[in-house]
């Protein structure tokens, strides 16, 4: 199994920024993409960036495309997620996810095996 923790949400201002980060343990981080979501009551659970195991692939929404950076330190069983340039539309619980069968990188919520329990993140206009 793996456990994941997020942490680093909050209050911000429109035009702000945040790291976000997600503390992975139980399996081994190092082989798994990572990914992060977003979920507001009612919705389905929207992809914002995914990471490969080393690093060397990323992917974004196109929402978070040129404010949004993932990135990893497998050193750390860490995950981050910087936004900037924060929206009141950017409000949200930000979860992240592990995926364990592959390393390939997905767009979508059910291509993850775990999910954290989420950090709210709330951007104010």
């Known amino acids: 199994q793996v456990q994941l923790v997020e942490s680093g949400g909050g209050l911000v201002q429109a035009g702000g920024s945040l790291r976000l980060s997600c503390a992975a343990s139980?399996?081994?981080?190092?082989?798994?993409?990572m990914g992060w979501f977003r979920q507001n009551p009612g919705k389905e659970r929207e992809f914002v960036a995914a990471?490969?195991?080393?690093?060397?692939?990323?992917s974004y929404a196109d929402s978070m495309k040129g404010r949004c950076t993932i990135s990893r330190d497998n050193a750390k069983n860490t995950v981050y997620l910087q936004i900037n340039s924060l929206k009141p539309e950017d409000t949200a619980v930000y979860y992240c996810?592990?995926?364990?069968?592959?390393?390939?990188?997905?767009?979508?919520?059910?291509?993850?095996?775990?999910w954290g329990q989420g950090t709210q993140v709330t951007v104010s206009s």
């Open positions: 996810a592990a995926r364990l069968v592959d390393g390939l990188l997905y767009n979508h919520s059910v291509a993850y095996d775990y």
């Open positions: 139980g399996r081994t981080f190092s082989t798994n993409t």
């Open positions: 990471i490969s195991w080393n690093s060397l692939r990323t």
